[in-house]
């Protein structure tokens, strides 16, 4: 498993704050099933409809992002979590576009969760990673094909620097039809207890492997040091 750490000053911003890390080896990324998009379709148009009498804002996940955001000093209206920013989306009536069966899960999860989540090409990071604020000069280019300046933001990040957090992800560490093993980082929710966070990422990484192949390992960080594998 991959050494992770989350930055201890973190702890007296976000108290509860929590992770989920799923490493995957072996996996076989391709042109997602049709079960998998006849999922993502249906999910996306009963979301249209849920949205249709009800702002994005309200929406429990999103909600519990947005209040994380403003604890860390990070304007939501500006920086918009990844789950958030796939929402509204939805709200206007876009379908979002199929990409391969790897990104198309991470969709789906994070839709289905409610919460920020990455993936990445694991061969593209080193065995060191550090969830923290960003600093001042660091900066990557995103999946976006933009700059993102993340001074202030929260960041995932290797010694190489940074590479991803729950607003965008970097263009160094995607995950391609090519990649055999991967990364997933799962933003949970704070007020989500340990056990709840175990199964949704025991859940998470069953369904992926079943579509992927290969083996999975597991593990979820607390900011107060407390962690959990199997």
Do not use: C
Request: aromatic share 8%; hydrophobic share 35%; charged share 20%.
């Amino acid at each position: 498993m991959i050494h992770t750490n989350i930055d201890p000053s973190l702890q007296s911003i976000v108290p509860n704050f929590k992770i989920g890390i799923i490493q995957y080896h072996h996996i076989e990324i391709q042109e997602s099933p049709q079960m998998l998009k006849g999922r993502l379709r249906f999910f996306q148009e009963t979301i249209q409809v849920e949205l249709a009498t009800k702002p994005v804002t309200e929406v429990a996940g999103i909600a519990e992002w947005r209040r994380t955001f403003k604890s860390l000093h990070i304007d939501p209206n500006r920086y918009r979590p990844s789950n958030e920013a796939l929402l509204r989306r939805i709200k206007k009536g876009s379908t979002l576009p199929f990409i391969h069966s790897a990104v198309d899960l991470n969709t789906f999860f994070s839709l289905q969760y409610e919460i920020p989540i990455g993936i990445y090409d694991l061969t593209t990071i080193d065995t060191n990673l550090s969830i923290r604020l960003g600093q001042s000069g660091e900066a990557y280019l995103g999946i976006n094909g933009r700059e993102n300046q993340l001074k202030g933001k929260l960041i995932s990040a290797d010694t190489i620097g940074p590479f991803g957090g729950p607003v965008v992800d970097s263009d160094r560490t995607k995950v391609t039809e090519h990649t055999t093993d991967a990364l997933h980082i799962f933003y949970l929710r704070p007020s989500m207890d340990m056990a709840e966070a175990q199964q949704l990422i025991q859940a998470a990484a069953k369904m992926f492997t079943h579509i992927h192949g290969g083996e999975s390992s597991h593990l979820i960080h607390h900011v107060d040091g407390t962690k959990k594998s199997w």
